[in-house]
């Protein structure tokens, strides 16, 4: 695990908030890939090195599923998330996997920075949080962080599961896949290339081991690789 991993002392509101919350989460919760973000990197990035030297990134990264699988697929991925905690757990899955050398557990704040680098591969999955950040700003990024010829994915909720936080909002509305592609500000266009732009339904597994239908917006825009 990378220096910057240890401990916060700068408790941010993001930092503080995360590191409650992991505190009491299960540890294995989220160690496994995301279905959707799996399905869409298989399709579209299947073997590292479209770009960005075989250089993964994965923001709000949690207990490291979809780092840790990216890793198995011989990517080297900066895992960042703002919880010590969380990232101290992708060390040890890292490790329990045989693939530390692979995974680089790294902690941002990302609405105050950012890692450094050009990737082949950019994902954030599910990178919701109640504390108020600059998200499209943070997304932006993102973006810009793609080398020539990579991939940026981004996996999000797009309705509320029954088990959601609602922080006492019933009545919550999600941004259409097309409004987040646009708040990329990509221009028109030019020098990207859209490979996803949807809303697919999935069937959810909440805590309790119910399940319910819910819709994630699914984005997935590539850098063109000018000649
Ligand atoms: C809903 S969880 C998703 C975790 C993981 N990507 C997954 O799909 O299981 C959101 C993650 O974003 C992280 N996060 C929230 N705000 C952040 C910030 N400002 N900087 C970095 N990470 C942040 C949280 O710690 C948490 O791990």
């Known amino acids: 695990m990378s220096s910057d991993t240890t401990r916060a002392t700068d408790t941010t509101d993001s930092a503080a908030f995360w590191e409650n919350h992991y505190a009491g989460v299960d540890p294995q919760w989220g160690t496994r890939p995301n279905a959707v973000l799996a399905e869409v990197v298989t399709a579209l990035a299947p073997e590292p090195g479209s770009g960005g030297g075989g250089r993964a990134l994965d923001l709000g990264c949690g207990h490291g599923g979809d780092a840790l699988w990216l890793a198995s697929l011989g990517w080297d991925v900066t895992a960042v998330d ?8 992708v060390a040890a899955g890292a490790d329990a996997a045989g693939l530390t050398d692979r995974v680089h557990p790294t902690r941002h704040d990302l609405a105050r920075s950012f890692p450094d680098g050009a990737y082949g591969l950019v994902t954030a999955s599910y990178f919701h949080t109640p504390v108020e950040i600059p998200r499209e700003q943070v997304l932006r990024r993102a973006a810009e962080a793609v080398a020539p010829g990579g991939l940026l994915v981004l ?14 909002h019933e ?20 020098g990207w290339l859209t490979e996803r732009c949807h809303a697919p339904e ?12 819910v819709t994630d917006n699914v984005i997935a825009v590539r850098r063109v690789r000018h000649a």
Not at 82 to 89: D, I
Request: glycine share 12%.
């Open 82 to 89: 703002v919880s010590a905690t969380a990232l101290e757990r």
């Open 155 to 168: 996996v999000e909720h797009a309705s509320l599961a029954p088990w959601s936080w609602r922080d006492g």
């Open 171 to 190: 009545d919550v509305t999600f941004p259409g896949p097309d409004d987040v592609l646009a708040s990329l500000r990509l221009g028109d266009g030019d």
């Open 202 to 213: 999935r069937t959810a597994t909440g805590p309790g081991g119910e399940t319910a239908t």
